[in-house]
């Protein structure tokens, strides 16, 4: 896997990941103020999401990139079949 497309498919894990694990942990408000939706969030740890976020993206992209560099899977084979 050559640089520009390690970085592609980390960039599209770590955004896939984090979309999924937003709803984890929300609790909604109940008593929103006027002018606030009470369905935001009291605490949305963003920013605890955002680490795990960065290190499952991680192993996930170290799991790619051995099955990829491993021709367990041959991309470039499955293309001349193609």
Do not use: C
């Amino acid at each position: 896997m050559e640089i520009a497309s390690g970085i592609v498919v980390y960039v599209l894990l770590w955004w896939w990941i984090f979309l999924m694990s937003l709803p984890f942990g929300v609790n909604r408000q109940t008593d929103g103020a006027a002018g606030h939706d009470t369905g935001a969030p009291k605490r949305p740890l963003i920013a605890t999401k955002v680490i795990i976020t960065s290190i499952l993206a991680l192993v996930f992209w170290l799991l790619a990139y051995l099955i990829i560099d491993s021709d367990l899977i041959s991309f470039r084979e499955m293309s001349k079949t193609l």
